[in-house]
């Protein structure tokens, strides 16, 4: 038992593996706090399926260059976030509408645009991801990345949560809301990219969001969103690594299922905001007041 539970850290392809799914989870569980609080996990899945004709177009411009790869996806997904803010402020078309709209061309040209591809391409591959390929170039991106993200948010922790709760205050004392919302933009389409290698443009928003949401469920403190969120993010892409392979299944489908695992078990258990807690909570509050009746018409 304890040799098939320690049999994946003895191969070097998934010591690879793990080490960039701590590197990924740990980043997207931070940031997804600013995508929970914000309401951006409509923004960030249109923008994770954004990134299909950027990569399409770096492929028959490039070939499968990882540099030109990032640079194509980068710039794709800037271009739907951008299209969305300049459709809704200059129309009476809602930025929802706008999105949707966006990110389903998008995709459509994506897929257009691959089939045109004179390279061999594994759509497959770019849908769902497919972290046991991870080449030492992957690795150096999703670790630059990280080093990126991550001490940006730290620094502009303060700001951003102004900006999101109360940006007309926020702006009132010189913070520049409308730059904030475009780095937070940028950071989302950095994990975005770091992402898609583990688990591919359809899978990437649940490591986007099932940490911060599932942490939403037992705690209010900002802090305890942001860090727990990074060490839950961590572990379940982890442990969704592992299971994938004691139990020989795709490893992107497993790491957004074991989060969402996670997710009901905290939707369920949560002592603060639980369902079951707070049916029980309820349905004590419910026989106090009976009982209370009960004392009043003896009396």
């Not at 060490?231 to 992107?252: D, K, Q, R, T």
């Not at 497993?254 to 939707?267: D, K, Q, S, T």
């Not at 369920?268 to 639980?274: D, M, Q, V």
Request: aromatic residues 12%; glycine residues 8%; proline residues 4%.
């Amino acid at each position: 038992m304890i040799d098939w539970l320690l049999d994946p850290f003895r191969h070097e392809f998934m010591q690879r593996a793990f080490f960039g799914c701590a590197l990924i989870g740990f980043t997207n569980g931070c940031l997804s706090t600013f995508i929970v609080l914000r309401r951006l996990a409509l923004m960030a899945d249109a923008m994770a399926h954004s990134l299909l004709p950027g990569l399409a177009v770096a492929i028959l411009i490039f070939g499968l260059a990882p540099v030109g790869l990032f640079f194509g996806a980068m710039i794709a997904a800037l271009f739907v976030a951008i299209g969305t803010q300049l459709i809704s402020r200059s129309s009476r078309i809602k930025e929802d509408t706008s999105l949707g709209l966006l990110f389903a061309c998008a995709f459509s040209l994506g897929l257009v645009l691959l089939s045109l591809s004179p390279v061999r391409v594994e759509l497959h591959h770019y849908l769902f991801g497919n972290i046991l390929g991870l080449a030492d170039s992957d690795l150096w991106v999703i670790y630059a990345i990280g080093f990126v993200v991550l001490p940006v948010l730290v620094a502009l922790e303060r700001p951003l949560f102004l900006t999101i709760f109360e940006p007309s205050i926020a702006a009132s004392q010189g913070i520049p809301v409308t730059a904030l919302n475009y780095l937070l933009m940028g950071a989302l389409v950095l994990s975005m990219i770091a992402s898609l290698q583990a688990v591919g443009v359809v899978l990437a928003l649940g490591m986007l969001v099932a940490p911060a949401a599932t942490i939403y469920l037992f705690s209010d403190s900002f802090s305890a969103l942001f860090w727990g969120g990074g060490l839950l993010g961590m572990f379940g892409s982890c442990l969704g690594l592992a299971v994938s392979y004691w139990l020989n299944l795709p490893s992107g489908a497993c790491i957004v299922l074991v989060l969402g695992a996670i997710f009901l078990a905290a939707l369920l258990f949560s002592p603060k905001y639980g369902v079951l807690s707070r049916f029980f909570r309820r349905r004590h509050l419910h026989e106090q007041s009976l009982a209370r009746w009960s004392e009043n018409d003896a009396a």
